[in-house]
């Protein structure tokens, strides 16, 4: 089963716009981490936060945590058109080692 | 280069057929791991090993199988038992401190088709 839903599914958005993706999850969790795949590509890894942090900043990248809410959101700051890809949310489930349960991801676009 | 790559990028195969999909990796990583990808879905793990000669179930092992023999190496095969085969298959590697913060790399993936 997947952990996360991820809001919305798909993002249009102009150049030097920001990019706000959410992503909701079921249960506690020790950290979730954001990852990034260009079409038919691996994934790379962004950024993690741990459970006990609310917001951590990455270059342009930046993540909340809101642990009562069961949330995050990942915000892309003054978007390029290489952003263009799919942002996946993964979490860590409390007590779950190090296996990943993914969200089933955001796909952003960014036009020129 | 340091890295993880996965052969063949492409794979077809006739029903009824099993078909081994290579993943190799030189990170010195002690964990692996097996996703598969489904068109517009996120990733589910298959299997996934902490040291070499140990694995463990992921949330869709029925129809797949693995083998750990070398740290480098995890190679996943898809029996003919696994009723819907096709997908996108993804390898990751990580290191194993016991910390669940471990980040997971992973390699360009394989996509299989069933004809």
């Known amino acids: 089963s997947q952990q996360g839903e991820e809001d919305p599914q798909a993002l249009s958005i102009q150049e030097g716009e920001n990019a706000t993706m959410n992503c909701s999850y079921k249960t506690s969790i020790n950290n979730l981490q954001w990852y990034r795949q260009n079409s038919g590509r691996g994934l790379v890894h962004l950024i993690l936060?741990?459970?006990?942090?609310r917001e951590k900043h990455s270059g342009r990248l930046r993540v909340t945590l809101d642990t009562s809410k069961k949330s995050s959101s990942l915000l892309i700051t003054a978007s390029r058109a290489a952003d263009t890809a799919s942002y996946f949310c993964a979490t860590v489930q409390a007590g779950g080692g190090n296996k990943l349960t993914f969200g089933t991801g955001t796909q952003l676009k960014v036009e020129l | 280069d340091g890295g993880i790559t996965q052969s063949p990028k492409y794979l077809f195969r006739k029903e009824g057929q099993n078909v081994t999909l290579s993943c190799e990796q030189n990170?010195?990583?002690?964990?692996m791991y097996w996703y598969r990808q489904d068109p517009g879905q996120g990733l589910r793990l298959i299997y996934y090993?902490?040291?070499?000669?140990?694995?463990q179930k992921g949330d869709i092992a029925e129809g797949y199988s693995v083998s750990r023999e070398k740290k480098e190496s995890f190679p996943l095969t898809v029996t003919s038992a696994q009723k819907n085969p096709t997908a996108f298959y993804l390898c990751a590697s990580s290191s194993w401190t016991g910390l669940s913060t471990d980040t997971q790399y992973f390699g360009p993936g394989t996509r299989l088709t069933v004809l």
């Open positions: 936060i741990r459970s006990n942090e």
């Open positions: 090993s902490q040291i070499v000669n140990d694995f």
């Open positions: 990170l010195n990583h002690d964990a």
